[in-house]
Nanobody, 119 residues
Framework: QVQLVESGGGLVQAGGSLRLSCTSS????????MGWYRQAPGKQRELVAVRTSDGIINYADSVKGRFTISRDNVKNAVYLQMNSLKPEDTAVYYC?????????????WGQGTQVTVSS
């Protein structure tokens, strides 16, 4: 089984910054994709940022230039640095990891961490 644990959410004023962390119980090098999604009240869960095992990184248009995804293979962790936060960034942020084949194939989610941006 794979466990993902997020941390780093909180309340911040517009224009501020937060750094989310996601620690995996499994080596992150085993994941084909790893990244962050978010879900605001009354809305569908949406992609924020994802990094593939090939090193390709994709960001939602709404966060480009403000958010940065990074990872630490030694700590088995992925991070989301969020700068210039806006009230519309308010959501529960979920860490996601996907393995496409083999014994551990699956789509894994963390429990989520709340980010609230006040105006």
């Amino acid at each position: 089984q794979v466990q993902l644990v997020e941390s780093g959410g909180g309340l911040v004023q517009a224009g501020g910054s937060l750094r989310l962390s996601c620690t995996s119980s499994r080596s992150i090098s085993s994941f084909n994709h790893m990244g962050w999604y978010r879900q605001a009240p009354g809305k569908q869960r949406e992609l924020v940022a994802v990094r593939t095992s090939d090193g390709i990184i994709n960001y939602a248009d709404s966060v480009k230039g403000r958010f940065t995804i990074s990872r630490d293979n030694v700590k088995n962790a992925v991070y989301l640095q969020m700068n210039s936060l806006k009230p519309e960034d308010t959501a529960v942020y979920y860490c996601n990891a996907a393995i496409f084949g083999g014994q551990w194939a699956g789509n894994y989610w963390g429990q989520g961490t709340q980010v609230t941006v006040s105006s």
